[in-house]
């Protein structure tokens, strides 16, 4: 091997900054030659190819988003487009890829893999937490700890005015962020795509709380059956009139900022496992970290399975919020 590509795809994560650089500089380490793929699969497909160096990935670990840009590809779905792909990868001579992404970068990269043997390790860059084999992926801590910022100030006015506040954050099919940060800020109540939503449980326990709290925080997933924040504060609303009832959604200030320091550390342990995985013969892996230790999981056992939540921290807020 002696000459990797790597890009970064799909939604943006604090972290992948410091996960690209650990993968460049230690394939220059191991004298392999590195080039970044601007925008994803559509860089590949356009072939835009840049050299990168080690002067190229400095001062970057702090930063969020992603210097490679990114970018979701309808033409990668097509097997013409996977076919452009791969002969601009032949063009170049690459001999290994580093895909930094979640759910799609590696069902893209497995569907990739049938028409090519070009080695690709992924490293898992989402905010969701929702790939299966790793305990964290990038970005999910400071994606977190954004939440319990936004929703700290939040409180403030919620308590200055006896509020009682529904506030939206991101987690289209999985509501790990839901759940960390809610039971960080201390909500009244966790709303979740994982668990049915029980409106009227809702209710009764709004109607029947402690009525000295001058504060009300209900954290709720964007991909939650019910309809999201607006549409279960308006039923709420309805049965509860008395409730001086707001609605915030923090959007996409959850992918933004820079990384924790966790999510550096992690980040740049994966990008320097991925390339050490290249180097052994791994291909079609995704990197994980899981008790600690570093582990390997086939593309399609990562994005096929989604995790079950730990039924102990939802009853746990519920005890809480008391």
């Known amino acids: ?34 080039v970044g793929i601007m925008h994803g699969y559509d860089g590949l497909i356009r072939n835009e190819f840049i050299s990168l160096n080690s002067k190229s990935v400095a001062n970057i670990i702090h930063r969020g988003g992603t210097i490679l840009k990114t970018a979701r590809s309808k033409e990668f779905l097509t097997l013409e487009g996977r076919q452009k792909a791969l002969a601009n990868l032949q063009k170049h001579n690459i001999d290994g890829i580093v895909a930094i992404g979640g759910d799609g970068t590696f069902k893209g990269a497995s569907e990739f893999s049938k028409i090519s043997n070009i080695p690709l390790v992924g490293c898992p860059g989402t ?51 839901a759940l960390r940060a809610g039971i960080g800020v201390g909500a009244e109540s966790i709303i979740i795509p994982e668990t049915k939503t029980d409106v009227e449980d809702l209710i009764h326990r709004l109607a029947n709380g402690r009525k000295n709290k001058s504060s009300k925080i209900i954290i709720v997933a964007e991909g939650d059956e019910a309809g999201g924040a607006f549409t279960i504060a308006e039923q709420v609303k309805k049965r509860l009139p008395d409730y001086d009832t707001r609605v915030t959604i923090l959007g996409h200030i959850q992918r933004g900022g820079n990384p924790s320091a ?7 342990r994966m990008g320097f496992s991925a390339v050490e995985a290249l180097l052994q013969g791994k291909t079609n892996v995704m990197i994980g970290i899981v008790d600690k230790n570093i582990t390997y999981t086939p593309f399609e056992n990562a994005v096929k399975h989604i995790q079950e939540l730990n039924p102990d921290l939802m009853r746990m807020v519920n005890i809480l919020s008391l």
């Open 262 to 268: 966790m999510d550096r550390v992690n980040s740049s």
């Open 127 to 177: 905010i969701d937490n929702d790939l299966v084999g790793t305990d964290f992926t990038i970005g999910y801590d400071t994606a977190i700890n954004t939440v319990v910022e936004a929703v700290d100030k939040i409180r403030d006015t919620a308590e200055s005015h006896d509020r009682l506040f529904f506030v939206e954050v991101m987690g289209r099919d999985a509501g790990l962020i």
């Open 1 to 34: 091997m002696k000459k990797v590509a790597v890009f970064t795809s799909g939604g943006d994560s604090p972290g992948m900054n410091a996960c690209l650089r650990a993968v460049v500089r230690t394939a220059i380490y191991n004298n392999l030659e590195v």
